[in-house]
């Protein structure tokens, strides 16, 4: 199956062709309740942007929304799923819905009948509750799901929770009929080559690929991988992201994606400034994510980004632990500094 395929839902031909998915996150009050406005504007704020669509109920969301004592799972997926609605009427394009499926078998597949129910058009799948069982479990898992609703490949890095997942695992992950894409996030080299060598392998030519390496965005979006199965010369890219990163500054994220997509079509070399561009992004990240620190600022630093442009009231998370790390703040505002032509601050004004 490719793109022009008559099939093909409107959706997942957008999705092959390569869109900024932004991970959003969770608004919340001083108190640390839902903040209904604020996350209906953030919603708001990434169509307006450009965003071909949104992934919800994502690390980004803070998985503790599953929590029964905090209950926010099926709120926020509901105001994300009327928002895209509305968008979709006032934008004049289908946003993608993705919506992030967690947990055992039974949870996981729970979370895929409600994302089913309200609309939503795929799940990101996560395997961190899964890290220690065998591929053939793995397999039989994803299947599970995949029978419910279209689902997204996870390849998340140890570091935040996940799991190493072998090239194996990818090629059979590849043969489950209902799968319309992959999310690379091990940030690792290596493993990013694993997943597009699998899919390769496959010749399944309708599951798109998305990066996640916030260390790697720029480039992951500008490599041609060329292998040689069986005898002839096979290229699949990265052609999309669907990032914590780009729910920050996003109107820049769709500006970029559009050029790389323009420098990928035209086969000739990578301007200089866009390789420089490369470097700028990383650097942000690591200031945004907190990677001096583990990562463990990573939500708040997004959050504080946010606050600063004045789409969150605050840079409260549903773990009162969670929150800047020292020097994390000076960072952000370094690279505000350093990099204003990656902002969107006179667009979100405007707004």
């Given at each position: 199956?490719?793109?022009?395929?008559?099939?093909?839902?409107?959706?997942?031909?957008?999705?092959?062709?390569?869109?900024?998915i932004?991970?959003?996150?969770?608004?919340l009050?001083?108190?640390?309740?839902?903040?209904?406005?604020?996350?209906?504007?953030?919603?708001?704020?990434?169509?307006?942007?450009?965003?071909?669509?949104?992934?919800?109920?994502?690390?980004?969301?803070?998985?503790?929304?599953?929590?029964?004592?905090?209950?926010?799972?099926?709120?926020?997926?509901?105001?994300?799923?009327?928002?895209?609605?509305?968008?979709?009427?006032?934008?004049?394009?289908?946003?993608?819905?993705?919506?992030?499926?967690?947990?055992?078998?039974?949870?996981?597949?729970?979370e895929?009948?409600?994302?089913?129910?309200?609309?939503?058009?795929?799940?990101?799948?996560?395997?961190?509750?899964?890290?220690?069982?065998?591929?053939?479990?793995?397999?039989?898992?994803?299947?599970?799901?995949?029978?419910?609703?279209?689902?997204?490949?996870?390849?998340?890095?140890?570091?935040?929770?996940?799991?190493?997942?072998?090239?194996?695992f990818?090629?059979?992950?590849?043969?489950?009929?209902?799968?319309?894409?992959?999310?690379?996030?091990?940030?690792?080299?290596?493993?990013?080559?694993?997943?597009?060598?699998?899919?390769?392998?496959?010749?399944?030519?309708?599951?798109?690929?998305?990066?996640?390496?916030?260390?790697?965005?720029?480039?992951?979006?500008?490599?041609?991988?060329?292998?040689?199965?069986?005898g002839?010369?096979?290229?699949?890219?990265?052609?999309?992201?669907?990032?914590?990163?780009?729910?920050v500054?996003?109107?820049?994220?769709?500006?970029?994606?559009?050029?790389?997509?323009?420098?990928?079509?035209?086969?000739?070399?990578?301007?200089?400034?866009?390789?420089?561009?490369?470097?700028?992004?990383?650097?942000?990240n690591?200031?945004?994510?907190?990677?001096?620190?583990?990562?463990?600022?990573?939500?708040?630093?997004?959050?504080?980004?946010?606050?600063?442009?004045?789409?969150?009231?605050?840079?409260?998370?549903?773990?009162?632990?969670?929150?800047?790390?020292?020097?994390?703040?000076?960072?952000?505002?370094?690279?505000?500094?350093?990099?204003?032509?990656?902002?969107?601050?006179?667009?979100?004004?405007?707004?």
């Amino acid at each position: 199956m490719d793109v022009s395929d008559p099939n093909r839902e409107p959706w997942q031909a957008a999705l092959r062709r390569g869109l900024v998915i932004p991970a959003c996150p969770l608004a919340l009050n001083a108190a640390r309740q839902l903040d209904e406005d604020r996350q209906r504007k953030l919603i708001r704020y990434y169509a307006a942007a450009g965003a071909g669509g949104v992934a919800v109920a994502v690390h980004t969301t803070q998985f503790a929304i599953r929590d029964p004592d905090i209950g926010l799972f099926q709120p926020v997926l509901e105001i994300a799923a009327e928002e895209l609605k509305a968008a979709d009427a006032r934008h004049g394009r289908n946003h993608v819905r993705i919506g992030g499926i967690c947990g055992l078998t039974d949870q996981a597949v729970a979370e895929a009948e409600t994302l089913a129910s309200l609309g939503y058009h795929a799940g990101l799948l996560s395997l961190a509750a899964l890290r220690l069982e065998d591929d053939d479990l793995l397999i039989m898992h994803c299947k599970a799901v995949a029978q419910v609703l279209p689902i997204i490949g996870f390849y998340l890095q140890p570091a935040v929770g996940g799991r190493v997942l072998s090239q194996r695992f990818w090629r059979r992950f590849a043969e489950i009929e209902n799968v319309v894409a992959i999310k690379i996030a091990p940030f690792n080299r290596y493993q990013t080559l694993d997943v597009v060598r699998a899919l390769a392998e496959s010749g399944r030519e309708d599951i798109a690929l998305y990066t996640g390496n916030d260390d790697n965005i720029v480039l992951d979006l500008l490599t041609p991988y060329r292998f040689n199965i069986d005898g002839r010369s096979v290229e699949r890219r990265i052609v999309g992201g669907l990032l914590g990163h780009w729910s920050v500054w996003t109107k820049r994220a769709v500006e970029l994606l559009e050029r790389c997509h323009q420098v990928a079509k035209s086969d000739q070399p990578i301007p200089p400034d866009l390789l420089r561009t490369a470097i700028e992004v990383t650097d942000c990240n690591a200031a945004f994510f907190d990677a001096a620190h583990g990562f463990h600022g990573c939500i708040a630093g997004l959050h504080e980004v946010l606050r600063r442009q004045g789409l969150l009231q605050g840079i409260w998370c549903l773990d009162p632990g969670e929150h800047l790390s020292p020097g994390q703040a000076a960072e952000i505002d370094r690279v505000y500094t350093a990099y204003p032509h990656l902002n969107d601050d006179d667009f979100v004004r405007g707004l």
